[in-house]
């Protein structure tokens, strides 16, 4: 370096900058950028990390905790230094005449970074272990989302990568040396463990986001830095120092905390906790002093919910873990989640903070994300809700627009989402070290583990492999987990929390599953604590089974005479029914069918029952609308409040079987494996200990009518339907199974987890080997694909971050998939006049919306169009290109959330006769009452 002093004016050229996007034709200096980033790691660290996750930083790094505080600010200074080269510079017109031309190739600055690092720090004493220098350049590296590769060993450690001495190398160093001043010259560390390397890079790229915010940078530039001494720019670093607080404030990164409470203290509706939530009381606090992961086994309606959010708080307050992320198998079930756990966070919470709701709808949902305040108004948060002055209603839990960013809502301290929202992180993603930093500091929550098929298992051991390296804590839920899945998930937790896999000597950690219960798992010695006595629950009245055999109608279920004879007596004296089909298709024909039966009833002057229909192929909002009647009537608001219909029946599909609260009193169910029956089962009589329900006189106790093939030959009579969603080795199994009860009622909670186990452990079940063998090896296909798809394991990784993100896109973009084979697009139905104009609605009052003045379709229109597109499975005249009619107007081209729609053009007459839209060789028309359905043949 050259001995100009650091006070002298021209010791950093402010000519050389890091933004200048959206700045209105300024640019901001390289090193304000630098010394911004260093006083937004502080203050993340000191403001928003909670402190299990900085002491898991802290001791990753081998380091107490100031010193690690101190090593990530001055890291996080350092990460755009690649943007110090010329061919970077010259994006925008510079006088570089006197910085000399470095011989290195063109490069992204991020790798460039990465590069520079490797030969810089080994001047600051990055030297007795050479990995930890590389490492630290690699996370560097990685702040735009992907990792670079290990950099060449063999190669020149500094002209090797074409730096050179001179002007450009002095302007390096000098802002490297003043981060490194500001940040507290922190000594290198002992070592760096790449779980801790992760989490680190997380950190710093939202370090970077934050002071990258337009309105932050034009703010700074009001006050510039004088000159480029070293005092004018401590100055601007102080200035931003005092300006980060209100910056993360208002990004909504604060801690949601909640204070010790007992169970009464925290759910005061409930008088008394029930066997389970008492039980997890009592002996979970002894237990959890170091975290760990626990599994709650219990029948539908039995509380799990509760005992999860306060399990969550047991886990928190033990681990230093403030946020909360709770996962669901469904969209539907996510937002219905999000619901109750705002209720909770209003009666708990000690600090206030944005709560997320994470998939890929959700901003639809004018309750969560209201549409942008007019330019010029202002929000007021506070714990009540307020009105903005805009019409709309805020409160301390509502999301901030800088959390509706992408890939930022884990990045909220409490949020709910769909379980592919964490699923992710084991996926070699961009940005994978975000949603891994965003998932670390919680506690983890993930409902429903049995529902998820092998593939998905897959991708869940790896994350909770991951969380287990991290320390973070996980609560699993579910209503009939077969053991050896919970097995699989345990030991994957293990391996990551001990660093080992278990030995071949050692016995699997859950021998058998105590059903209801709960147990531990501790994260470093292994050790399992199942609930010590047994659990009471809530009573029951045994479950009946009936098998209600159906014939075939050319390969499908003919239901309508089992149908009559199952709803008859609910047709003659009321109540509640629900029918689930396996197919949308089936659903939408067994609704016509009831229809038909129903209008007789009306025509003959009788009270015909309600009837409901519910599956995923309607319109977003539509089916939004009718899952939130569903739930008010048939649930336990219904029954407290006087809601319940007197006589009706919801049809649907599978999306009713899981985390929704419905209370009927007969279940007409599709066969399927044992689990998911009995999962459904839970739907009937659910609220009886309520004593609200009022039975029907022929309703004396829960009862599930089956639909099972009329042969004995099941493998020869399934519908071929039911085969193509379940594996039909496992209908046969269940068929046998559920038939060699004899019609015996199944006593809830006792015979549950032997009939789940029972499924696949009992041999004696299998119909036919072939079935059986095909079956296993699909699985195994797909816990292969799992496997390809899956991060490495801490073990596997190495020294090495590259694998994080390294995806091979010659295996196909499914590898980066949550859930295989199961691709699909989103249709929006249009209708169009006889003058080619498009409109939203067949009644032709909302056109199809353009682009405005500023080239983008309004945030209304927008939300009006994505909240009527629906799901649909991906075929081949989905894909690219697509026939003219389905492709969206040339004017959306540019829009993300229009871009990729199929278009379903329907045709409108002068009489306003709605004709099907065409794709491909299918007709398809979208049903008021059935959603989006095959045209009828005339």
């Known amino acids: 370096m050259t001995a100009v002093p650091p006070d002298t004016p021209s010791y950093f050229d402010l000519r050389l900058w890091a933004k200048e996007r959206g700045l209105h034709g300024q640019r901001y200096p390289y090193v304000c950028h630098a010394l911004d980033s260093v006083a937004a790691a502080l203050e993340i660290w000191d403001a928003c990390l909670p402190q299990g ?35 970077f510079q010259e994006q925008v017109p510079t006088d570089l005449a006197a910085y000399p031309t470095e011989p290195g190739e063109q490069k992204g600055h991020a790798l460039v970074t990465a590069e ?91 370090a970077d986001w934050l002071v990258s915010q337009e309105h932050f940078i034009l703010e700074q530039l009001r006050t510039p830095p004088a000159d480029g001494s070293r005092a004018s720019l401590r100055g601007h670093y102080e200035r931003s120092r005092a300006a980060l607080p209100a910056l993360v ?89 999000h619901t109750r756990l705002r209720e909770y966070a209003t009666r708990r919470a000690t600090t206030s903070a ?70 992710m992180a084991a996926l070699p993603s961009r940005h994978n070290a975000v949603r891994m930093f965003g998932l670390a500091g919680k506690v983890v929550v993930i409902d429903e583990v049995h529902s998820v098929d092998p593939y998905m298992q897959t991708l869940l051991e790896r994350l909770l492999h991951w969380l287990g390296a991290f320390g973070t804590p996980v609560v699993l839920l579910s209503a009939t987990v077969h053991h050896s899945t919970a097995n699989a998930l345990v030991e994957a937790y293990l391996q990551g929390s001990r660093g080992r896999k278990r030995r071949r000597s050692e016995p699997r950690p859950v021998p058998s599953i105590q059903y209801p219960g709960w147990l531990h798992v501790h994260p470093g010695t292994g050790a399992v604590s199942a609930n010590p006595e047994p659990v009471p629950t809530t009573e029951r009245r045994p479950l009946t089974v009936d098998l209600a055999p159906v014939p075939l109608d050319g390969g499908r279920a003919d239901r309508a005479a089992v149908l009559h004879e199952q709803l008859a007596p609910l047709v003659e004296e009321g109540g509640c029914a629900a029918v689930i089909c396996t197919t949308v298709a089936e659903a939408q024909a067994t609704r016509d069918l009831l229809a038909e039966w129903f209008a007789k009833v009306d025509a003959a002057g009788g009270r015909a029952p309600e009837l409901h229909l519910l599956h995923a192929r309607f319109p977003q909002e539509q089916r939004t609308a009718i899952t939130d009647q569903i739930i008010t009537r048939f649930g336990k608001e219904g029954a407290e409040q006087g809601k319940r219909p007197e006589s009706a029946v919801v049809v649907a599909t599978q999306v009713i079987e899981q985390s929704l609260d419905l209370d009927v009193d007969l279940l007409v169910t599709d066969l399927a494996p044992v689990g998911l029956l009995l999962q459904r089962a839970g739907r009937c009589w ?58 015996a009622p199944v006593r ?101 919306p353009e682009p405005g003045p500023r080239g983008r379709v309004e945030h209304e229109d927008l939300r009006a169009v994505i909240s009527r597109t629906i799901p649909l499975r991906a075929d081949h005249h989905t894909q690219p290109p697509l026939a003219e009619a389905n492709r969206v107007p040339e004017s959306w081209a540019e ?24 794709l491909g060789e299918r007709a398809l028309f979208l049903s008021t009452v059935n959603g989006l359905e095959e045209a009828k043949e005339k």
């Open 354 to 423: 944005p709560l997320a709701l994470l998939h890929s709808m959700a901003w639809l949902n004018p309750d969560y994300a209201p549409a942008p305040p007019p330019p010029g108004t202002s929000t007021v948060l506070s714990g009540t809700r307020e009105n903005s002055g805009s019409g709309a209603v805020r409160s301390a839990f509502d999301i901030t627009e800088w959390l509706l960013g992408n890939k930022r809502g884990l990045l909220a301290s409490w949020s709910v989402g769909t379980i592919d929202q964490a699923l």
């Open 53 to 87: 996750l900085r002491h898991r930083i802290s001791t990753g790094l081998g380091v107490a905790e100031p010193h690690a505080r101190s090593l990530i600010a001055f890291w996080a200074g350092c990460h755009d230094t690649g943007k110090l080269v010329r061919h």
């Open 748 to 848: 809830v909670p006792e015979d549950v987890q032997t009939l789940v186990d029972d499924l696949h452990d009992d041999e004696t079940l299998i119909e036919d080997v072939a079935i059986d063998i095909r079956r296993l090896g699909e699985e195994m296909a797909l816990r292969a694909h799992g496997r390809n798809a899956v991060i490495p394991t801490v073990k596997q990784l190495g020294d090495d971050l590259h694998p994080l993100t390294a995806v091979d896109f010659e295996l196909g973009e499914h590898f980066l998939a949550t859930r295989f084979g199961a691709d699909s697009v989103r249709v929006l139905c249009c209708y169009e006049d006889r003058w080619g104009r498009r409109w939203l609605d067949s009644e032709q009052t909302r056109p199809l």
């Open 686 to 743: 659910r609220h009886e200990h309520l004593g609200t329900v009022a039975r029907p006189p022929w309703s004396r106790g829960p009862r599930m009518a089956v639909l099972v093939p009329a042969e004995e030959d099941s493998a020869k009579h399934l519908p071929r339907s039911w085969g193509f969603v379940y594996p039909p080795s496992l209908l046969m199994r269940t068929h046998n199974l559920l038939r060699r009860r004899a019609s």
């Open 249 to 337: 404030t208002s990004a909504g990164l604060g801690p949601l905390t909640v204070s010790p409470a007992t169970f009464t203290e925290s759910f005061p509706n409930l008088t008394t906790p029930n066997g389970l939530q008492e039980s997890l009381a009592r002996h979970l606090p002894k237990l959890c002093t170091e975290g760990g992961l626990v599994l709650i086994t219990a029948p539908p309606g039995e509380g799990k919910t509760e005992a999860a959010l306060h399990t969550s708080d047991l886990l928190g307050k033990a681990t230093g873990r403030d946020g909360r992320f709770v996962a669901l198998p469904t969209m539907a079930t996510a937002d219905h989640m």
């Open 116 to 206: 520079w690092l490797t030969t810089a720090l080994p001047k600051l004493g990055y030297t007795d272990d050479e990995y930890v220098a590389a490492l630290v350049a690699q996370l560097l590296g990685g702040h735009h989302g992907v990792y670079p590769a290990p950099l060449d060993e063999f190669r020149d450690p500094f002209t090797g990568f074409g730096f050179a001495q001179g002007l450009w190398e002095e302007q390096r160093e000098r802002a490297m040396l003043l981060a490194h001043e500001l940040s507290g010259a922190p000594a290198p560390p002992s070592r760096l463990e790449t779980p801790a390397a992760a989490l680190i890079c997380g950190l710093v790229i939202l």
């Open 895 to 918: 829009e993300f959330h229009l871009r990729d729609l199929v278009m379903l053009v329907h045709g409108v007459a002068d009489d306003g006769t709605v004709t099907p839209a065409r």
